[in-house]
């Protein structure tokens, strides 16, 4: 069985940086496709940043471009999450996903806190 868990969240001021990291736990695991999604208080899900499995095609939200960099380690079976100069506006539960195709994750990460103060 599976498992995605995640690490590196925490609090950091306007500026800073984190580095998320998600590992899956269970068995060596490459999936097609391995991402971040963030959902903030009151706020719908998003898609932060995703990235395919030979890491050569990654994806963004508008909202983090130049900012956050995904990365993954097949090897270790980890994808990360670079963020940097955070905004408050980055606060938010971020979750590790994978999906085996191209349409749906089926899997995801209990999620971790990222809070960025001014």
């Known amino acids: 069985q599976v498992k995605l868990v995640e690490s590196g969240g925490g609090l950091v001021q306007a500026g800073g940086s984190l580095r998320l990291s998600c590992a899956a736990s269970g068995r060596t695991f490459n999936p097609y496709r391995m991402g971040w999604l963030r959902q903030a208080p009151g706020k719908d899900r998003e898609l932060v940043a995703e990235?395919?499995?030979?890491?050569?095609?990654?994806i963004y939200a508008d909202s983090v471009k130049g900012r956050f960099t995904i990365s993954r380690d097949n090897a270790k079976s980890t994808v990360y999450l670079q963020m940097n100069s955070l905004k408050p506006e980055d606060t938010a539960v971020y979750s590790c996903?994978?999906?085996?195709?191209?349409?749906?994750?089926?899997?995801w990460g209990q999620g971790t806190q990222v809070t960025v103060s001014t």
């Open positions: 996903v994978a999906g085996l195709g191209i349409n749906t994750y089926d899997y």
């Open positions: 990235i395919r499995r030979s890491g050569g095609v990654a």
